[in-house]
Structures are given as structure tokens and as C-alpha cells.
């Protein structure tokens, strides 16, 4: 990203012509960052709580005397109890320095409880390095040349735009462009063919083109002996599933499922472009599991446009222990401070339940998110967070719906005004972020605002102090073969530097698990009382797995980001906000009419959990029995001061303990 700056202020950002995976374009959000970073409402000084918890009202204080407070606070919880504190972080920056470093050597060094940080791409990471070792996969570079290109659970043209500039040039090649969604997205709306199956059924569909590959002999059976691992259980477990069961369970024709498979099996360029929307469900992780053998069965991986993307990250040669220096932690590494699963936090400061759980949160520190609006069955979130006994810290740059339950709220600076060090996960660059203005007001990086509190508390560890730039130079390991010939001063200079990932990343095999096998069968799994085949898992909330629930909830609501918004950021950019209008809900026809619901209507989505307002658009966008609310909208900028985690729930998936918020079931009315 480039910025034009006048008189310190950045007036203009635009995309880096010369960076091969963005090629100079910025998505719609991004564009307007200066408009953010500039924004009236920006948090310019340290705040206290004056109102109610939750109400927002604050005054101003100085910095010297919120890093007193904080310290105060924190250092009389540690001295008792230290796991009753928690840092709460996810995506607001996705930067090792402002991310990963110097708050996590903090919480570490006060022996703080451990942040499981599944709420995104838990299950998909597990389900990937069960198979394939580790976050890996195609480059996205070669999409352009493939000639099948599988699109699933993903909607590039919000979440991925620099992919789907490459599916289309595909596409003017001749490429098929298949969605499989329960959604007509922007994006399945641009593809051959839309596959809308049932939410949470991709298990069943990707073993019953297995079923196809199989019984129809279209495997690379080469490939398969030299470089997978369980076969045979793989071909037994994908027998039980043919087409005309997988089609009973996902909702779709028979016909559909075995053309799609002859489709994937008549080519090597084969590529499939699996994102994080279909594993937000129970069964996510042995779903992404299914869907990554496919390549290996068919020997699409032998060629460079063909195989899986879900992420890339894992090329990355990350050194998260200099990062974030676990050793620091009492007890380090046998006997560590609990890890509390952030999709549960609501329950984990509400009432843990579990006499396992320990010592009551009594003090919360929240940076880069907004678990208020975030996180899932947001009712219980919130009103852990009202306790009137919690001790909240929240570091942002704005007063989102988490800032207005802090006692002490802390402006933070944005990625114009601090020194960052990326990875990808969906390219396979490596990036430097150097400020291009000074902080705006008084605002301080996540890092200083850290180091100002443990120096508040007296903490002596040196490994607190290191500047910016020093963590920055640690964030990899430079003399990995990833990182041929780049530095942290090379890579300071030139901006971002393309990771030496081959070019067909399988053709040989070589994946990172510990057979060095694309692992059918997982002997880690089966070792952790697992699955250790991919199976079809039923969503929790479905006719399949909870007929009773179903009965009174028989809509599945989905909630995927809208093109606008990243997540809950720039939901308070006026322009964006203005874009996307007001909350919706995408309904089907059929199930408009049996509720008496017209488009324009407002409609209240419920469940045992809680409920929201939205402005129903009847539109054969939603498939029968689905209904979605694309998000995620700051609760406090909605209409009736609510979003859709208000109905989320906070099981987890099969593997990974990741969030299923796109297993939900709910009932609509008129309001
Ligand atoms: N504009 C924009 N871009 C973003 C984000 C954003 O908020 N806004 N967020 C970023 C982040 S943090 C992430 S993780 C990624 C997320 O981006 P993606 O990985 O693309 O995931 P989602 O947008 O959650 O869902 C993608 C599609 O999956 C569909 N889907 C839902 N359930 C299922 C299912 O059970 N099966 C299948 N096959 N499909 C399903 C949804 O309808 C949706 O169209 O995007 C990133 N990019
Ligand atoms: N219903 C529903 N819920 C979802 C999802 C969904 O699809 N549907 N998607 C889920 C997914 S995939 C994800 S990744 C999570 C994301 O949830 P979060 O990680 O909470 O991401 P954001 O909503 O973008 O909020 C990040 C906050 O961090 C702040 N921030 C940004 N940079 C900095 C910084 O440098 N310092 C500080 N202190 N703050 C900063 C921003 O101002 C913003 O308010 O949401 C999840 N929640
Ligand atoms: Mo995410």
C-alpha cells in the first residue's frame, strides 16, 4: 500500500503497482483507509469510565495516569491469581509487531491466562495439517491457467478480490467456474454454475465425488502410491457415500454431484479455491479434510494450476517463539497457565460451568477486536462483559461496542502510523509496514502501550522493552530456504518479498507431515481419539442433527462478511456504512410466503438465544430453509442495537475448537 501524505496527514492510499500478487489494486474497504484514520470519532486520548458499563460515557485522562490505573489494577489481580487475567485479541491488525510480540511477552511474564485464537480459521488449519502437514497450498499466481476452477465456501469478490482477478482471467481462457454455496454470493452469481447445497454439508459432497473418482477408476494411481497415505480406509469411507445419499443430505441432485465429479476428474488443472465460509460448522475440519484429498486422488497436484488453496500461510518461515517468547510463562513448557477458547467468552466470563475451569476472569485486556460484536451468542458476551466486577482495558482506535463496556479505553495507532511485518494467508508474499504519518493524537502502538504498563507494574524483563523495529527483525527465521537471500534491511527497502515456494508446491510430494504423505488416514488423529478418516460430520443445528430444534428453528441462518466491511471494521465509515444501507436478510421465496413476509419488510430472526432486526429482501439468492445476514454490523449502528451473532451459538467444530457461526438455526417473523 502507498501513501500520499500532505502536512502529516494521509490523503490518499492506493495499492502497490509492483506487488505481483495485488498488482496495484486495493478492495472497496481499503481504499478509503484515509477516510478512516482521519475520522472525527478517532480515539485521541487515554479514557476512563464515568457512566454505566456499556453506556459509553468516558472522560478524558492522561497517559501517566491510565498506564497508573492499568498497572494498579493488574498488578494487585496478578500478586493473587494471575490466570483471572486474559488478553482477548484477534484480526483488527493481522501484524506480527502490533499482533503477536510484545502483549503476548506481557501476558506471559504475569503468568495471564493462554487466548485460543480459533475464532476464524481454527477447523481449516487443523483439517490442513492433518492432511497436508501445515496452512499449505497452491500459489494463487497460476489460477489464471487452470481449467476447472472450484470455488468453495469462498466469495472472492468481498473477501479475496486479487483471486478473483485471476479466476476471471481464467475464466476469458475457457476455465470452468463452479461455486459451491449455499448462497448466490457476488461471486457464485459470476460463476458456470452455482452448487447451492444445505450449510455444513460439504463432507457428504466432496466423499461422494470420491465415490465417483473411484468406482469410475479416474484416479492418478502413481500419485496415490508414492505420495498419500490410507487409501484403502479413504475408498471404504467414500463407498458409503454415493451420490444419491450425499445429494439426500446436502440438498442437491444426484446428477449434479456425478457431473461435477467427471468434471473435476477430466483434468490436472484442476484447482479448487476452498475458503474459510464452509467451516464455520460442526463438522468444518473433516470437511476441509475431505475437500484437500481430492487433488491428491486425482494427481492434480502434479501440475502448477492445479490442487488446493484454503491458505498459505503455513509457507511462511515465522519465528512466533521470538515473537511471542512463551518461555516466558511461569510453568513453561510442562505446566503452562490455562488456554480459554475466545469463541467461548461468553460463558468463559459469565459462568465457566466447569469446575476445571479456575480462578473467575476478573480482569479482561482487548486488542485488535470486538468480541461484543464478533464473537457468537453475543448476549452472553455482553453481559459478561457488563459484570460490574470485570476489569476491562480496551486498546482501539474508535469506540466500538466492546470500548463502551472499558474501564479504561486506550487509542492505539493504525497501520499508517506504526512498523509492522506480515504474512499472507492467501498469497505468498512476505510484507513490510512502515509509518507513513505520525501517531494521530495521542494514540500509541499496541507495543508502546504495553511496554508503558509493565514498566507501570515494575516488570523487569528485558524482553518487554525491545523497540518496534527489533521485534520486527525477529518475526523470521531469515535464513530459512523460504527467504533465499531476503533480510529484515532487504525487506525494509523493497517493501514485501516473494516467498521461494516451488512453483507446483506437491508435484513431488513432500508434504510436511510425519509420514511426508497427503495423510487419508491421520495415525495423530486416530492417536487423539479422533476421526482418523475424513467423514461427513452433521451440522449441531440441522434437521439431521437436532430434528426437535429444527422443528421450532427451521431456517439456517448464515451470517458472511458483506463486500463493505472487514469484519466489524469500517462499519463506521460513513461512506461504506452508506453502501451497504441497513442490516438485511436474504429469504427464499417459498419461505417469505409462509410467513407472510414481503420484501421490505422488517423481520425479527429469534432462536433460544437471543434475536435481531433486519430489512427482509425476498430474493432466490438464499436457497429454501437458508436465510442471511450478510455482516458484521457495529450493534450500535444498527437500527434496533443488535446484530447477527445475537443468535450464534458457541459450540465448536469437530477439530481445531473453532467458531460455528454458520450453523445456526432460527425462525423469522414480521415485525
Ligand atoms: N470484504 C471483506 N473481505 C474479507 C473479510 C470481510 O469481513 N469483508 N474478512 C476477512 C476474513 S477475517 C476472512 S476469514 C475471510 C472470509 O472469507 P471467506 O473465506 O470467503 O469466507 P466467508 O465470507 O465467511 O464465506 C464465504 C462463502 O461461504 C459460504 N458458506 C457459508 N456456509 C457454507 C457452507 O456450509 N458450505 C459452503 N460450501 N459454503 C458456505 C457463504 O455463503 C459465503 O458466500 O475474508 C477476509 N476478507
Ligand atoms: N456472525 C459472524 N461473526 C463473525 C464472522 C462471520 O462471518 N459472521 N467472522 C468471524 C471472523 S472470520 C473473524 S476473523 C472475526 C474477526 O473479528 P475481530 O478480530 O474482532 O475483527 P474486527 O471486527 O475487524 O475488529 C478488529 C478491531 O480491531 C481494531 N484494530 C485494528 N487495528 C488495530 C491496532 O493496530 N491496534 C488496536 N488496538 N486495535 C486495532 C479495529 O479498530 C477493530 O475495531 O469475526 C468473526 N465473527
Ligand atoms: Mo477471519
Given amino acids: 500500500m502507498r501513501v500520499t501524505v500532505e502536512n502529516g496527514r494521509a490523503v490518499k492510499v492506493v495499492g502497490d503497482p509492483d506487488h505481483p500478487p495485488t498488482q496495484g489494486v486495493l478492495c472497496t474497504k481499503v481504499s478509503r483507509y484515509a477516510d478512516r484514520v482521519h475520522h472525527p470519532r478517532r480515539l485521541t486520548t487515554p479514557m476512563r469510565r464515568v457512566g454505566q458499563k456499556g453506556e459509553g460515557r468516558f472522560e478524558s485522562i492522561s497517559w501517566d495516569e491510565a498506564l497508573r490505573l492499568a498497572a494498579e489494577r493488574l498488578s494487585e489481580i496478578a500478586r493473587r491469581a494471575p490466570e483471572a487475567i486474559l488478553p482477548y485479541s484477534y484480526a483488527g491488525t493481522m501484524g506480527f509487531v502490533q499482533g503477536d510480540s510484545i502483549a503476548q511477552r506481557f501476558f506471559h511474564k504475569l503468568g495471564a491466562s493462554q487466548l485460543d485464537r480459533t475464532i476464524c480459521a481454527a477447523a481449516g488449519a487443523a483439517g490442513l495439517k492433518y492432511t497436508y502437514g501445515a496452512s499449505l497450498g497452491m500459489l494463487t499466481e497460476f489460477f489464471d491457467e487452470s481449467e476447472v476452477i472450484l470455488i468453495w465456501g469462498a466469495n472472492p469478490i468481498a473477501s479475496n478480490l ?5 479466476a476471471q482471467e481464467a475464466k476469458r481462457r475457457g476455465a470452468r467456474l463452479i461455486a459451491i454455496d449455499p448462497y448466490r454470493s457476488l461471486t457464485a452469481e459470476k460463476c458456470h ?30 500419485y496415490i502410491a508414492d505420495h498419500t497415505l490410507g487409501f484403502e480406509q479413504l475408498k471404504a469411507r467414500a463407498l458409503d457415500y454415493s451420490p444419491s445419499r450425499a445429494a439426500e443430505i446436502c440438498g442437491i441432485d444426484k446428477q449434479t454431484i456425478i457431473d461435477l465429479a467427471h468434471l473435476y476428474g ?12 464452509m467451516q464455520r460448522v460442526r463438522g468444518g475440519g473433516n470437511a476441509v479434510r475431505a475437500i484437500a484429498c481430492l487433488p491428491s486422488l486425482t494427481g492434480a ?22 515473537l511471542a517468547r512463551p518461555d516466558l510463562m511461569p510453568g513453561w513448557p510442562s505446566n503452562q497457565p490455562r488456554i480459554v477458547n475466545m469463541n467461548a467468552i461468553g460463558d468463559a466470563l459469565c459462568n465457566p460451568g466447569d469446575a476445571g475451569f479456575g480462578p473467575k476472569i476478573e ?21 459478561g462483559f457488563a459484570r460490574e466486577d470485570l476489569f476491562t482495558i480496551v486498546l482501539e482506535h474508535f469506540q466500538t461496542d466492546t470500548a463502551d463496556y472499558a474501564d479504561l479505553l486506550l487509542p492505539a495507532t493504525t497501520q499508517l502510523e506504526h512498523v509492522d511485518i506480515h504474512k499472507s494467508y492467501g498469497h505468498t508474499h512476505v510484507m513490510v509496514n512502515l509509518p507513513a504519518i505520525p501517531p494521530v493524537g495521542e494514540a500509541r502502538p499496541n507495543t508502546e502501550i504495553f511496554r508503558g504498563i509493565a514498566r507501570a507494574m515494575g516488570l523487569q524483563e528485558p524482553a518487554l522493552y525491545e523497540s518496534d523495529e527489533t521485534v520486527a527483525s525477529s518475526a523470521y527465521r531469515w535464513d530459512d530456504p523460504m527467504l533465499d537471500g531476503v533480510t529484515w534491511e532487504t525487506l525494509k527497502r523493497d517493501g514485501w518479498a516473494k516467498l521461494n ?3 507446483a508446491p506437491f508435484a513431488n510430494g513432500g508434504f510436511r507431515t510425519p509420514s511426508g504423505k497427503c495423510e487419508f488416514y491421520s495415525e495423530r488423529l486416530a492417536q487423539a481419539g479422533l476421526e482418523p478418516v475424513p467423514d461427513y460430520v452433521p451440522p449441531y443445528e440441522s434437521a439431521d442433527g437436532s430434528p426437535e430444534l429444527a422443528a421450532r428453528y427451521p431456517l439456517a441462518m448464515i451470517s458472511p462478511p458483506a463486500r463493505n466491511f472487514l469484519n466489524s471494521t469500517f462499519v463506521n465509515v460513513e461512506s461504506l456504512r452508506a453502501t451497504e444501507g441497513e442490516p438485511h436478510l436474504d429469504i427464499h421465496p417459498a419461505d ?22 433486519a430489512r427482509a429482501r425476498v430474493t432466490y439468492k438464499a436457497r429454501v430453509g437458508l436465510v442471511v445476514g ?8 444498527a437500527p434496533d442495537g443488535r446484530n447477527a451473532n445475537q443468535v450464534t451459538s458457541q459450540a465448536l467444530t469437530d477439530l481445531g475448537g473453532s467458531a460455528t457461526f454458520y450453523d445456526c438455526l432460527v425462525e423469522i417473523e414480521r415485525v
Wanted: charged share 20%; proline share 4%.
Fill in 266 to 277: 477430466s483434468t490436472k488443472k484442476a484447482a479448487i479455491r476452498m475458503n474459510y465460509g
Fill in 630 to 637: 450478510l455482516s458484521i454490523w457495529w450493534k450500535k449502528l
Fill in 162 to 166: 486479487h483471486f478473483w482477478t485471476r
Fill in 193 to 222: 454454475q452455482h452448487i447451492a447445497l444445505k450449510p455444513g454439508t460439504d463432507g457428504a459432497l466432496a466423499l461422494a465425488m470420491m465415490h465417483v473418482l473411484i468406482t469410475e477408476d479416474m484416479l492418478d494411481h502413481a
Fill in 592 to 613: 417469505a410466503a409462509a410467513r407472510g413476509i414481503h420484501d421490505g419488510d422488517r423481520v425479527r430472526i429469534f432462536n433460544d438465544r437471543g434475536s435481531m432486526q
Fill in 301 to 322: 497436484w502434479r501440475v502448477r494450476s492445479g490442487g488446493v488453496l484454503m491458505s498459505s500461510s503455513g509457507w511462511a518461515p515465522v519465528d512466533s517463539h521470538a
Fill in 363 to 383: 480482569a479482561i485486556v482487548v486488542y485488535n477486536s470486538n468480541p461484543v460484536a464478533v464473537a457468537p451468542d453475543s448476549e452472553r458476551v455482553a453481559a
Fill in 501 to 503: 515456494v516451488p512453483d
